[in-house]
């Protein structure tokens, strides 16, 4: 069965180093997302990105934040400084179907996560 | 704001014993509602989506259904590998792809 594939599984990093998140998503998939998870609470929205551009972002989701599709394969989340706050998993989802479409639409396949520790 | 909020935090049940888990939900118009199970240490899995008041999903131990309000997830003599966390989340009809994700509850199932 086809799957979202992130990497690192762990990241520990030290306060205002930069982190790249990697994340090879489902590949026929066309919608791409970035969730986070703070321990013990619950799973929120960062960013999506479609056509090589980001088409929705959360407020959590400012400057120092970016992402990328350098390739046909992978997609990136940075964050450019991290801060103690950034400390959370982060979930790498795809999605196939046109938001609000048919059956199937906005089902996210979500990725395992990568662990971030900043220190 | 779209708001989602479930409970209970927590439910334990033995093995057989069935029960409901409650999503109730704010939102200007529902696009989706959606249900997802996340093991410890992993990413949510999709279970169901509903669309629309009266409409109900089955999928083996499992029955989802939706009001205008709530949503239920019924679990029916459930099994220790039914224990996880258990997530409903909510897609506005007026948003782009923005989820909105309540907290969950977590669901023991002792042998």
């Known amino acids: 069965e086809p799957e979202v594939t992130q990497t690192p599984s762990h990241q520990v990093t030290q306060m205002g180093q930069e982190v790249i998140l990697r994340c090879v998503p489902i590949?026929?998939?066309?919608?791409f997302y970035w969730y986070r998870q703070i321990l013990g609470q619950k799973v929120e929205f960062l960013v999506s990105?479609?056509?090589?551009?980001?088409?929705?972002k959360s407020e959590i989701f400012d400057d120092q934040f970016s992402v990328e599709r350098p390739d046909g394969s992978n997609f990136t989340l940075k964050i450019r400084s991290t801060k103690l706050e950034d400390s959370a998993m982060y979930f790498c989802a795809s999605s196939a179907q046109t938001p609000g479409q048919g059956p199937g639409a906005n089902v996210l396949t979500f990725g395992a996560g990568s662990r971030l520790t900043v220190l | 704001e779209d708001q989602v909020t479930q409970s209970p935090e927590a439910l334990r049940l033995q093995e057989g014993e069935s029960s409901s888990l409650n999503c109730s939900y704010t939102?200007?118009?529902?696009?989706?509602l959606f249900w997802y199970r996340q093991d410890p240490g992993k990413g949510p899995e999709f279970l169901f989506t509903?669309?629309?008041a009266g409409e109900e999903k089955e999928k083996e131990r499992l029955k989802a259904t939706l009001t205008k309000k709530e949503s239920f997830l019924h679990i029916t003599a459930p099994k220790p590998e039914d224990s996880a966390t258990y997530l409903c989340a909510v897609l506005n009809a007026g948003g782009y792809q923005k989820v909105t994700f309540g907290t969950g509850t977590k669901l023991q199932v002792i042998p």
């Open positions: 990105f479609y056509n090589n551009e980001i088409s929705e």
């Open positions: 590949s026929n998939h066309l919608y």
């Open positions: 939102v200007s118009g529902l696009r989706g």
């Open positions: 509903l669309y629309s």
